[in-house]
């Protein structure tokens, strides 16, 4: 099992910035690539960044590329994900999700991840 407690959400103004963190515990953080989604009011849950198990390779969705940028410390068994120019439409619970794959490996479709936390929401006004 994978505990996965994530916080920093809140209420931010258009433009403004925000930073989300993931913590993990209970197996071998570096084993899992790590993944933010989002759910917005009356949407499914969609992909908005992937970090592989190293931190070396990410991938972002269209929508938030070049505004947000996933990071992780192993050492901390932490994944982060900053978000800058903040819109009104990134407003959602955001998920962070475990996703046990080979060293290199990252996926980008929520149904494949293993582990998920409780959400932290974002609101974004306009």
């Known amino acids: 099992q994978v505990q996965l407690v994530e916080s920093g959400g809140g209420l931010v103004q258009a433009g403004g910035s925000r930073r989300l963190s993931c913590v993990a515990s209970?197996?071998?953080?570096?084993?899992?690539?790590m993944g933010w989604f989002r759910q917005g009011p009356g949407k499914e849950r969609e992909f908005v960044a992937v970090t592989s198990r190293s931190g070396r390779y990410t991938d972002y969705a269209n929508s938030v590329k070049g505004r947000f940028t996933i990071s992780r410390d192993n050492a901390k068994n932490t994944v982060y994900l900053q978000m800058d120019s903040l819109k009104p439409e990134d407003t959602a619970v955001y998920y962070c999700?475990?996703?046990?794959?080979?060293?290199?490996?990252?996926?980008?479709?929520?149904?494949?991840?293993?582990?998920w936390g409780q959400g932290t929401q974002v609101t974004v006004s306009s």
């Open positions: 209970g197996r071998t953080f570096t084993d899992y690539a």
């Open positions: 999700g475990a996703k046990r794959t080979a060293l290199s490996e990252y996926v980008s479709r929520s149904s494949e991840y293993d582990y």
